[in-house]
C-alpha cells in the first residue's frame, strides 16, 4: 500500500496503486452518462405526461363545447316549442271568441228565417 496518505489510491481505491487522469475521467464519463440518461428518460416521461394531459384537456375541452352545443339547441327547441303553445293558445282563444260572438248572429238568423216561414205558413192556410 503506498504511504502517502495525499495520493489518489489512498483516498479513492484503497490500495497503494494511484488513479491516473484517465480513469477519473471514465468514471466521471460513465457517471454522467447513467445521470443523463435518467435525467433524459426523466424529462422524457415528464413530457409524455405533459402530452397526456394537454390531450386530456383537449378531450375535455371538446366534451365542455358539445354539452354546451347541446344545451344550446334543446334550449332553441324548447323555445319554438314554448312560442308554437302559446300560439295554439292565442288562436284557441280566438276561435272561441269569433264562436261566442257569432252565436247571437247565428240565433238571430234561425228566428228570423222560422218566423219568415211560418209567416208564409200562415198566408197559404188562410188562403186555402
Same mark, same amino acid.
Given at each position: 500500500?503506498?504511504?502517502?496518505?495525499?495520493?489518489?489510491?489512498?483516498?479513492?481505491?484503497?490500495?497503494?496503486?494511484?488513479?491516473?487522469?484517465?480513469?477519473?475521467?471514465?468514471?466521471?464519463?460513465?457517471?454522467? !452518462?447513467?445521470?443523463?440518461?435518467?435525467?433524459?428518460?426523466?424529462?422524457?416521461?415528464?413530457?409524455?405526461?405533459?402530452?397526456?394531459?394537454?390531450?386530456?384537456?383537449? !378531450?375535455?375541452?371538446?366534451?365542455?363545447?358539445?354539452?354546451?352545443?347541446?344545451?344550446?339547441?334543446?334550449?332553441?327547441?324548447?323555445?319554438?316549442?314554448?312560442?308554437?303553445?302559446?300560439?295554439?293558445?292565442?288562436?284557441?282563444?280566438?276561435?272561441?271568441?269569433?264562436?261566442?260572438?257569432?252565436?247571437?248572429?247565428?240565433?238571430?238568423?234561425?228566428?228570423?228565417?222560422?218566423?219568415?216561414?211560418?209567416?208564409?205558413?200562415?198566408?197559404?192556410?188562410?188562403?186555402?
Amino acid at each position: 500500500m503506498n504511504s502517502n496518505p495525499t495520493s489518489w489510491g489512498n483516498q479513492w481505491t484503497g490500495y497503494g496503486e494511484p488513479i491516473t487522469l484517465a480513469t477519473v475521467a471514465l468514471i466521471t464519463g460513465i457517471a454522467s !452518462a447513467v445521470g443523463g440518461t435518467g435525467l433524459s428518460a426523466g424529462l422524457a416521461l415528464k413530457a409524455a405526461a405533459d402530452r397526456r394531459q394537454k390531450l386530456r384537456l383537449v !378531450a375535455l375541452r371538446r366534451k365542455r363545447k358539445a354539452i354546451k352545443e347541446r344545451r344550446a339547441a334543446l334550449e332553441e327547441r324548447r323555445t319554438e316549442a314554448l312560442a308554437a303553445i302559446e300560439q295554439s293558445r292565442a288562436e284557441i282563444q280566438k276561435a272561441r271568441a269569433d264562436a261566442e260572438s257569432r252565436t247571437p248572429v247565428v240565433l238571430y238568423a234561425g228566428a228570423a228565417g222560422l218566423l219568415v216561414v211560418t209567416f208564409i205558413a200562415l198566408r197559404t192556410a188562410k188562403r186555402g
